[in-house]
T-cell receptor, first 109, second 116 residues
């Protein structure tokens, strides 16, 4: 069964701290994996997209990793800011898109 | 990146009325557009896939007579919620596929529908 699972479900961190979000998937055939940021009441915005051959990709303070062998991906956020508070969604593309349930991140001052 | 817009951004209506939501791809042609529904604290759920000029393909459990989708052009798709009921209250998000190498999918900002 094609599934995308994310952990933790929610996370609260202090401003300035780092955090790592996890995504495990069982989707096949794997095409690519994307991380999206979704602010409350807004549509998802793409942060990174990773293909099978890519292990790490950075976008500013966001760094995504992909281990295609273990079918795991992580999103690392460095020096968090209040504006990072949002839901982060892992989406895996096979023949269709498979969405994770997201991690709700709250950054507090 | 490419931009997808939705209108309206929020709408409140009485039970039994119909509501139309527009989705436009502003700087690219989207031969395929998707409509999603998202309930609070849940992930996006695909409702239907629409290809320009042809009938939409609905996901299992989605009533095609209730959620009318029209993909009239390469830049416009509309979702009409007919005879809306309170249980239709949700966040509706459209997206279009940009025909690049990754077939990047860009999401609209969403439309909050509240049915009283």
């Amino acid at each position: 069964k094609n599934q995308v699972e994310q952990s933790p479900q929610s996370l609260i961190i202090l401003e300035g701290k780092n955090c790592t979000l996890q995504c495990n998937y069982t989707v096949s055939p794997f095409s690519n994996l994307r991380w999206y940021k979704q602010d409350t009441g807004r549509g998802p915005v793409s942060l990174t997209i990773m293909t099978f051959s890519e292990n790490t990709k950075s976008n500013g303070r966001y760094t995504a990793t992909l281990d295609a062998d273990t079918k795991q991906s992580s999103l690392h956020i460095t020096a968090s800011q209040l504006s990072d508070s949002a839901s982060y969604i892992c989406v895996v593309r096979a023949n269709n898109l498979f969405f994770g349930t997201g991690t709700r991140l709250t950054v507090i001052p | 990146g490419a931009v997808v817009s939705q209108h309206p951004s929020w709408v409140i209506c009485k039970s039994g009325t119909s509501v139309k939501i527009e989705c436009r791809s502003l700087d690219f042609q989207a031969t395929t557009m998707f409509w999603y529904r998202q309930f609070p604290k849940q992930s996006l759920m695909l409702m239907a896939t629409s290809n320009e000029g042809s009938k939409a393909t609905y996901e299992q459990g989605v009533e095609k007579d209730k959620f009318l989708i029209n993909h009239a052009s390469l830049t416009l798709s509309t979702l009409t919620v007919t005879s809306a009921h309170p249980e239709d209250s949700s966040f509706y998000i459209c997206s279009g596929i940009f025909s690049g190498i990754f077939k990047e999918q860009f999401f609209g900002p969403g439309t909050r529908l509240t049915v009283l």
